[in-house]
């Protein structure tokens, strides 16, 4: 059986985590409505698409702030890995080189291939 967490043995969150609770709490807000949304009437396995395109989307977030606009520190970025706000292991995929040079090829490939037909 887990660990029953406390609420009064949380940490509070570092410093800058209100600049982006907000954005946080409308990834929140998407997650809940399509987990309670009814499951389409198509193969079982696409029933978690959306689910899975929100959490990609919130890691893809944090990632970004971090990474790219280096807006939020070290210590926040691993007190939001730490608290399941982003995937950690997706992010280390995005951290890999070349991963957006072969996305972007992909992505591009699959757009002119789409468009052909």
Same mark, same amino acid.
């Given at each position: 059986?887990?660990?029953?967490?406390?609420?009064?043995?949380? @940490?509070?969150?570092?410093? %800058?985590?209100?600049?982006?609770?907000?954005?946080?709490?409308?990834?929140?807000?998407?997650?809940?409505?399509?987990?309670?949304? $009814? $499951? $389409?009437?198509? $193969?079982?396995? *696409?029933? !978690?698409?959306?689910?899975? *395109?929100?959490?990609? !989307?919130?890691?893809? =977030? #944090?990632?970004?702030? =971090?990474?790219?606009?280096?807006?939020?520190?070290?210590?926040?970025?691993?007190?939001?890995?730490?608290? %399941? =706000?982003?995937?950690?292991?997706?992010?280390? @995929?995005? @951290?890999?080189? %070349?991963?957006?040079? #072969?996305?972007?090829?992909?992505?591009?490939?699959?757009?002119?291939?789409?468009?052909?037909?």
């Amino acid at each position: 059986m887990p660990a029953i967490r406390h609420s009064s043995k949380r @940490k509070p969150p570092p410093d %800058g985590f209100e600049d982006i609770e907000n954005d946080l709490i409308i990834f929140s807000n998407k997650m809940k409505d399509a987990q309670n949304k $009814p $499951p $389409p009437s198509g $193969p079982r396995h *696409q029933a !978690q698409w959306e689910i899975f *395109q929100i959490s990609h !989307q919130r890691s893809r =977030y #944090v990632y970004e702030l =971090y990474y790219e606009k280096e807006a939020i520190s070290k210590k926040l970025y691993d007190w939001l890995l730490k608290n %399941g =706000y982003a995937d950690a292991m997706l992010i280390a @995929k995005w @951290k890999k080189q %070349g991963y957006e040079k #072969v996305s972007f090829r992909l992505s591009f490939l699959l757009r002119i291939h789409t468009d052909t037909i």
